[in-house]
């Protein structure tokens, strides 16, 4: 019994000590407001509004502390728990002529007009200068609510206030905003300006003013100056950003671009102004990143589609080029830079049929679209599409001025034959003499039409222009071959072959005027000495078979052609004239099995398509036969 009498007394105690502590430790609502006030002066605003918050525990009525609290949350940006702490500061009875300004300034920056507009500015505690304020937000939020009669009664209330304040200033600036009149306007509030060139309302509607007059560049100038006193105020940063990409000052919208986009890199509108800003300073890798990001976010600007289509064009990733300007193609006028940018891409991917539709609407051409038309050309004549090859390679005629285009112009036109060709070659030549390709395709195109004086002057000219040309050389002995005289086609050849002993060709024209000539002894001996040379040179093994088979025996030609392949089983032009040998030979087991191992490989010649498909023709095998022709 006195055991638990002991342990009894023991928990009182316990209970009474514990009792006073916590009795001596619990602040008042006072005290929680003094401590708040303190906290602020140390700019110590978290530990402010957490004391506040304590106080309203301890009292939820406390006016003092809902007005304080109301106003370090301006003081923190934080409008819209402003405008719930002092409503409630008004609903408790503190002063009205210490809540409304800020909660003016609150309902102002929540964007809340309707409830701006029902303020009493006429509260007998207010100064004329505070009347002043709230009255232009009031008057501000009239216009935005389309209440311009009662917004204009308003201007004609608070004009007759007895104060220098500048929102008084503001005020009567605006009644010729809203009579249209924005010159007289933009002078009265630049004079605001001088007075006040901090003032947040001064500089927005100074920059609005010269927005509505076209004044770009100035209200550029404004905003700047606003950003940089009001930097937190992101929504104005991202106006002053759009109007430096609009006005192609790239450079300078950027460092507000990446500040914005540091609060949130995903937003679609910063990553379009990204993109922008990117592709004008040519960072097209960024520029397709952002613009893609904006897109996926949902801006369906076509502009945004033919930034990222130009980026990705730049930077050679054709496959997103053509998906973001096929996408938009149907928005563009004809003749728009963007469909010669889809065709191009087009190109590259082997889209040969689609880039026909493309071009057709183009009519609009200049010089720098030669090269386009004449590789669609290409592609398209390559693709079997003969008639829309014709078609582009008519239109771009006259396009062409240069030596390189003329050349590319000149051979299509024989591609399809047109010997219309031959005179932009010569055009060609004549503009660039050391053009060799276009002094290749002349000569050609000059044996295949038998001018044979032409080619002659042609070789001449060459040889003058370049003594060390081979190619010069073996155009005259061409020439004469055909001509028959061959004694001056052994010279020409003899000559190459002096120019450049290495090369096989010179040395298998001798060869081949040898065997017009009958000389089979002197022809046989000079391509064994060409095989010992040449080993693995695909003419030079195939003249070789070809004269073994006319006398009679091709097996010695066949087995230096697969002696040949074995030494070098991924040369392809080898493994080609083999098979094609094979055929001859109707040996099509072998000729099948060197082909079937190039199946699905990229751009494969003429040459494999025809001799795989007469080897699988020949052996009957119908279902391979047709795949092969289908692929």
């Not at 017009?516 to 391509?527: D, F, G, S, Y």
Request: hydrophobic share 40%.
């Amino acid at each position: 019994m006195k055991r638990i009498y002991k342990t009894s007394l023991k928990l009182v105690l316990i209970g009474i000590v514990l009792g006073g502590v916590s009795a001596c430790g619990k602040k008042s609502s006072d005290e929680y407001i003094q401590e708040a006030m303190a906290y602020n002066a140390d700019k110590n605003s978290k530990a402010a509004i957490l004391s506040l918050k304590n106080a309203l525990q301890v009292d939820p009525k406390s006016a003092v502390a809902r007005f304080e609290l109301g106003r370090l949350y301006i003081q923190e940006k934080q409008f819209e728990s402003a405008e719930k702490e002092l409503n409630r500061a008004l609903d408790y009875g503190y002063d009205a002529s210490q809540v409304l300004p800020l909660l003016t300034q609150a309902y102002h920056s929540t964007g809340a007009y309707s409830a701006i507009s029902k303020i009493e500015h006429k509260n007998s505690g207010l100064t004329a200068s505070e009347q002043a304020e709230i009255g232009y937000f009031k008057m501000l939020s009239l216009v935005r609510l389309n209440k311009v009669k009662s917004a204009s009664e308003l201007i004609a209330e608070l004009s007759s206030l007895d104060t220098n304040s500048i929102f008084k200033g503001l005020t009567l600036a605006y009644q010729k905003i809203i009579d249209r009149e924005f010159t007289a306007a933009l002078v009265e509030v630049d004079a605001l300006k001088q007075l006040a060139p901090e003032n947040a309302e001064v500089l927005k509607l100074l920059a609005q003013l010269h927005l509505s007059l076209k004044q770009t560049d100035e209200a550029i100038l404004v905003f700047t100056d606003y950003v940089k006193y009001f930097p937190e105020d992101t929504q104005t940063t991202f106006v002053l950003a759009k109007l430096l990409v609009d006005s192609g000052k790239a450079a300078s919208a950027e460092p507000y671009i990446d500040k914005l986009l540091k609060i949130n890199d995903k937003n679609p509108l910063l990553n379009q102004l990204k993109a922008a800003t990117c592709a004008a300073q040519e960072k097209y890798e960024l520029a397709l990143k952002h613009a893609e990001i904006a897109i996926n976010g949902g801006i369906g600007d076509p502009t945004l589609r033919l930034i990222a289509g130009y980026s990705a064009y730049q930077i050679e990733d054709y496959a997103s080029a053509n998906r973001n300007l096929a996408y938009v193609a149907g928005q563009l006028p004809d003749n728009h830079p963007g469909l010669k940018l889809l065709a191009a891409s087009q190109l590259q991917l082997g889209l040969t049929s689609e880039v026909g539709d493309v071009l057709e609407r183009l009519d609009q051409l200049s010089e720098q679209d030669a090269s386009l038309f004449s590789k669609a050309s290409y592609e398209l004549l390559k693709g079997g599409f003969e008639n829309e090859a014709k078609e582009l390679v008519e239109r771009s005629t006259g396009l062409s001025s240069t030596a390189e285009d003329l050349t590319r112009l000149g051979l299509l036109q024989l591609s399809l034959n047109n010997l219309d060709g031959i005179v932009n070659l010569e055009e060609a030549v004549a503009k660039s003499p050391q053009l060799e390709a276009a002094q290749v395709t002349l000569g050609k195109a000059y044996l295949a039409t038998k001018q044979y004086d032409k080619a002659l002057k042609l070789a001449k000219e060459w040889k003058a222009a370049k003594p060390d040309e081979i190619r010069a050389y073996m155009l005259s002995g061409e020439v004469y071959t055909k001509q028959r005289l061959y004694a001056d086609a052994k010279l020409e050849f003899t000559k190459a072959a002096e120019i450049a002993p290495d090369n096989a060709s010179p040395a298998l024209a001798l060869v081949n005027v040898e065997l017009v000539l009958k000389n089979i002894p002197q022809a046989t001996a000079m391509l064994e000495d060409l095989l010992v040379e040449h080993p693995q040179n695909v003419a030079v093994l195939a003249t070789n078979y070809l004269l073994g088979k006319q006398q009679g025996d091709s097996s010695a030609g066949l087995a230096k052609m697969e002696a040949a392949f074995n030494q070098d089983p991924q040369n392809l032009q080898l493994r080609l004239l083999l098979a094609r040998v094979y055929v001859t030979e109707q040996d099509y087991a072998n000729a099948i099995k060197l082909l079937e191992s190039l199946q699905g490989q990229q751009d494969l010649p003429t040459a494999y398509w025809k001799t795989y498909g007469q080897s699988l023709i020949r052996t009957n095998d119908v279902t391979a036969a047709t795949n092969h022709y289908d692929a």
